[in-house]
Each structure stands twice: as C-alpha cells, then as structure tokens.
C-alpha cells in the first residue's frame, strides 16, 4: 500500500486524482489480503518492538501521504477550507480500514464497487462544490469503462 500510495503521491496529478487512486489502492488490498489483514489487525499488539516499529513507521509514512494529498487540496482549492486536515485523515484511515471486519468476497458488492462506494462518499465530503462538479463527470466516465 506504502508503494502505491508514493507512487500516486510521486505523478503529476491534482489532490482529487491522487486521493481517489489512494483509496482506489488501499480498498483493494482488503479482497486479496483479507485474511493476512485480519490477523494482522487482531494481532499486531503482541510483535516484537522491532517489527512493531518497522510497521509503525510504515502506517505513519501512509498516513502522511494522505494528510500531504488533505493539505494539499486544500491549498489549491480542490477540497473544502473549512476541513481539519488531521480529522479528515484519520476518518479516510478508519473508514477503510476497518474493511477488514465486513467485507466478504460473497457479499453483495464486489471490492471495485466498495471502493466506488468509498470515493464518491469521501469526495462528497472533502471537494468544493466547484471541483464537486467535476468529480461527478471523472466518476460517470469511470463506470462507463
């Protein structure tokens, strides 16, 4: 997830394509690593301090992507002003991560529908109502492939 998230960070994008692809990736991992991630999430409290800062490091590399894409639609006008950068982090964070204790490749929705799902509903809640406009048309184009 790290890679991907730096390397969506890394193009030439504005801060709603990068959110999107962020999330797009992150919700994904949960239908081809779901079982890993469960225990992972169930058992993290008991590894070594080594491996525990190893992971620590990693999840705050990842979190400090997503706040960096926050901030910087913020400064550019993508996403609303009013927005706490940190709340809106760590309800991006929470929100798909616990994934992990609902999701079933049976269920109703498929992994690409819930990250759909997921996009539209963060999008409507970060975009001003301007680049709101355009999120609607990138999306309608993107179910259409």
Same mark, same amino acid.
């Given at each position: 997830? +790290?890679?991907?998230?730096? +390397?969506?960070?890394?193009?030439?994008?504005?801060?709603?394509?990068?959110?999107?692809?962020?999330i797009k990736d992150f919700v994904?991992?949960?239908?081809?690593?779901?079982?890993?991630?469960?225990?992972?999430?169930?058992?993290?409290?008991?590894?070594?301090?080594?491996?525990?800062?190893?992971?620590?490091?990693?999840?705050?590399?990842?979190?400090? /992507?997503?706040?960096?894409?926050?901030?910087?639609?913020?400064?550019?006008?993508?996403?609303?002003?009013? +927005?706490?950068?940190? @709340?809106?982090?760590?309800? /991006?964070?929470?929100?798909?991560?616990?994934?992990?204790?609902?999701?079933?490749?049976?269920?109703?929705?498929? @992994?690409?529908? @819930?990250?759909?799902?997921? /996009?539209?509903? @963060?999008?409507?809640?970060? +975009?001003?109502?301007?680049?709101?406009? /355009?999120?609607?048309?990138?999306?309608?184009?993107?179910?259409?492939?």
């Open positions: 997830m +790290l890679e991907k998230a730096n +390397l969506a960070d890394g193009q030439n994008k504005t801060a709603m394509e990068r959110l999107h692809t962020i994904s991992v949960f239908d081809i690593y779901k079982a890993h991630l469960t225990v992972f999430y169930q058992e993290s409290v008991y590894l070594k301090p080594e491996h525990e800062a190893i992971v620590k490091k990693k999840r705050n590399d990842f979190r400090e /992507i997503i706040k960096k894409t926050v901030v910087d639609g913020i400064n550019n006008g993508e996403f609303r002003p009013s +927005l706490s950068v940190d @709340i809106t982090t760590m309800a /991006i964070l929470g929100m798909v991560n616990w994934t992990y204790k609902w999701y079933k490749q049976s269920g109703k929705n498929n @992994i690409d529908e @819930i990250a759909a799902y997921y /996009i539209d509903f @963060i999008m409507h809640a970060v +975009l001003n109502e301007n680049t709101s406009n /355009i999120h609607q048309v990138s999306l309608a184009s993107e179910n259409r492939e």
